[in-house]
């Protein structure tokens, strides 16, 4: 059994950064897929970033030069950089981490 825990959310203005961050506890595979995906409201849940394994990182188009994942594999945590972030970024922001959901964090990109 895999718990996930994100934080990092919160309020920002357009052009700022922000960066989420997903620990993962339990009984961990050595090879897994971790994953940021989104929803806004009246959307339905979308990919971000994903990551698995030694494999290079897969972005959404609309996220490629603005968002970074990346992983610290002996703490079990992926994290979501978020840069030049706009309002369309709004959204809750799920951990996907060894086929666990997170609780979802809240970003809100408004000035």
């Known amino acids: 059994q895999v718990q996930v825990v994100e934080s990092g959310g919160g309020l920002v203005q357009p052009g700022g950064s922000l960066r989420l961050s997903c620990a993962a506890s339990?009984?961990?595979?050595?090879?897994?897929?971790m994953g940021w995906y989104r929803q806004a409201p009246g959307k339905e849940r979308e990919l971000v970033a994903v990551i698995f394994g030694g494999l290079s990182p897969n972005y959404a188009d609309f996220v490629k030069g603005r968002f970074t994942i990346t992983t610290n594999n002996a703490k079990n945590t992926v994290y979501l950089q978020m840069n030049n972030l706009k309002p369309e970024d709004t959204a809750v922001y799920y951990c996907?981490?060894?086929?666990?959901w997170g609780q979802g964090t809240q970003v809100t990109v408004s000035s």
């Open positions: 996907l981490h060894s086929g666990t």
């Open positions: 339990g009984t961990i595979s050595s090879i897994r897929a």
